[in-house]
Every structure is written in structure tokens, then in C-alpha cells.
């Protein structure tokens, strides 16, 4: 069965500091997903990105950035010179290609941003 | 393009009714899967359907069903209300399974 690790629960930074969220994530399939969602205080879940498998590539959007390293199974999400606007509960997420192919969730992390 | 329609948007009921909750998924969108969202037990997944078939079911009881119309949309029944199924209940809307899933803002169920 596939687990997703979300260790930090809440995490305070002052704004314009860098902050990384760590997601450790466990599967035996060779084929699978890693997604990070954002969740504002309105309730919806926000898709921020989606990650297969086979593309270990780091990727930059913005002043967002992830770092995917399957030699550690982490997926890892950092936020560049933070804002308030940052606040909310981040998710990480792992689907399996085929007929299981629903999101198994994180706990999800707390995100802070003070001005 | 519309995102994810979920309705109603709060709800208030008593234990033993029953509730019937929507998801209009976005336009295209062929895939919908519904999931539930407590501070207990986090986000867990209730079902995933396809082409009005479904897929994917998660570990909750038979109280819990739901279906596909022939337009994508979907909906979710919960019968015999318990005071645990108070929760927000989130619907995502993908292309097809396996993409990227987008969620709506969710219906919140409150039952007393």
C-alpha cells in the first residue's frame, strides 16, 4: 500500500524567508505520481503540481520550486522570499497508474507567513 | 472555462437523514473522484468514476454511494447520517485518471 509522510505539521517563517516542505512518500510500484496541492482557508484544494515517476527533473515555477529525488522517495517543496499570501495547509500526494489511481494524501503542513 | 461546481455548498443535518451531495466537473473532464476531509483522520478518498462507471472505491461503509450521469457530473449519498460524517467533502474533476485533478471548494456537512 502506497504512504504519504508529511513530518513538519506546522511551520512559521517571517515573511520573505525561503521555506522548504518536506515530503517523504513509500510505494513498491515503479510507475507512479507525486502531486502538491495548496489549501487556502475557503476549503478548495489548490493543484499546484504533478510529477511522474520517470521525470526526476527539478522544477521552478515562479517563486516556486520542487525538488523530486527518488533515490530518497522525497518530493520535496520549497518557497522562495515568502509571502503572506503563502499561509495555508500544503499537501502532498502519490497516485499509482492504473485502476488505483486515487490520491493518497499527506497529513498536510501548516504554513505561516507572519509580515 | 468553469472550475469544479460543488452543491450545495453548506449543509446542516440530523443524525439518521440522509444527504445527497453535487459535483459538476470542468468542462471535458471525464474523471471524478469524491473525498472526504476531517482534522482526525486528514483527506481519504470515498470513490473515483469513469465514464458513469466506477473505478475506485475507498474504505467507508455502504452508506456511502455514489454515481455518474452520462454529462460527467456526479453525485454523492450518504444515508443514515452518523454524527461522524460531519466533514468536508471535496470533489476533483480530471481529464481522464491518472491526470491532474482538480478539486472544487467542497460542500461542508454538519450533522447533528
Known amino acids: 500500500a502506497q504512504k504519504v509522510t508529511q513530518a513538519q505539521t506546522e511551520i512559521s517563517v517571517v515573511e520573505k524567508e525561503d521555506v522548504t516542505l518536506d515530503c517523504v512518500y513509500e510505494?513498491?510500484?515503479?510507475?507512479?505520481?507525486l502531486f502538491w496541492y495548496k489549501q487556502p482557508p475557503s476549503g478548495e484544494l489548490v493543484f499546484l503540481i504533478r510529477?511522474?515517476?520517470?521525470?526526476?527533473q527539478n522544477e521552478i515555477s515562479g517563486r516556486y520550486s520542487w525538488n523530486f529525488q527518488k533515490s530518497t522517495s522525497s518530493f520535496n517543496f520549497t518557497i522562495t522570499a515568502s509571502q503572506v499570501v503563502d499561509s495555508a495547509v500544503y499537501f502532498c500526494?502519490?497516485?499509482?497508474?492504473?485502476?488505483?489511481?486515487?490520491?493518497?494524501f499527506g497529513k498536510g503542513i501548516t504554513l505561516s507567513v507572519r509580515p | 472555462k468553469a472550475g469544479v461546481t460543488q452543491t450545495p455548498r453548506y449543509l446542516i443535518k440530523t443524525r439518521g437523514q440522509q444527504v445527497t451531495l453535487s459535483c459538476s466537473p470542468i468542462s471535458g473532464h471525464r474523471s471524478v473522484s469524491w473525498y472526504q476531509q476531517t482534522p482526525g483522520q486528514g483527506l481519504q478518498f470515498l470513490f473515483e468514476y469513469f465514464s458513469e462507471t466506477q473505478r475506485n472505491k475507498g474504505n467507508f461503509p455502504g452508506r456511502f454511494s455514489g454515481r455518474q450521469f452520462s454529462n460527467s457530473r456526479s453525485e454523492m449519498n450518504v444515508s443514515t447520517l452518523e454524527l461522524g460524517d460531519s466533514a468536508l467533502y471535496l470533489c476533483?474533476?480530471?481529464?481522464?485518471?491518472?491526470?491532474?485533478?482538480?478539486f472544487g471548494q467542497g460542500t461542508r456537512l454538519t450533522v447533528v
Open positions: 510505494t513498491r510500484d515503479t510507475t507512479y505520481y
Open positions: 476533483a474533476s480530471s481529464p481522464e485518471p491518472n491526470t491532474e485533478a482538480f
Open positions: 500526494a502519490l497516485s499509482l497508474r492504473g485502476a488505483n489511481s486515487k490520491l493518497t
Open positions: 510529477r511522474n515517476s520517470f521525470d526526476e
